[in-house]
Nanobody, 125 residues
Framework: QVQLVESGGGSVQAGGSLTLSCAASRSVYSVNYIAWFRQPPGKEREGVATIYTRSGVPKYADSVKGRFTISQVTANRMVYLLMNSLKPEDTAMYYC??????????????????WGQGTQVTVSS
């Protein structure tokens, strides 16, 4: 089992940047994928980005491609989400999640079994 703790959320104006952090209680290699999801108010949770911990290869949702970057620092057991060119529609609760399963860069939240508590991101226009 792995515990995940997110941090770094906040309020920012459109066009601004934020970096979210996800701290894992064990080595990132204890899971195969670590991902970021978000849930806007009144909407379903959606995948934003995921990274295969063995290789560091990422995958992004089309809505954030070119603006968000997921990365890992294995020595610190950390995964980051750098968010640039933020838009009001990026406003959501952001969650870090992980799975030991081989999910082939899936962004389906049902594929992930470890979840953090979330951190709020608010983008104003």
């Amino acid at each position: 089992q792995v515990q995940l703790v997110e941090s770094g959320g906040g309020s920012v104006q459109a066009g601004g940047s934020l970096t979210l952090s996800c701290a894992a209680s064990r080595s990132v290699y204890s899971v195969n994928y670590i991902a970021w999801f978000r849930q806007p108010p009144g909407k379903e949770r959606e995948g934003v980005a995921t990274i295969y911990t063995r290789s560091g290869v990422p995958k992004y949702a089309d809505s954030v491609k070119g603006r968000f970057t997921i990365s890992q620092v294995t020595a610190n057991r950390m995964v980051y989400l750098l968010m640039n060119s933020l838009k009001p529609e990026d406003t959501a609760m952001y969650y870090c999640a992980a799975t030991e399963r081989m999910v082939a860069w899936s962004l389906d939240p049902s594929e992930y079994n470890y979840w953090g508590q979330g951190t709020q991101v608010t983008v104003s226009s």
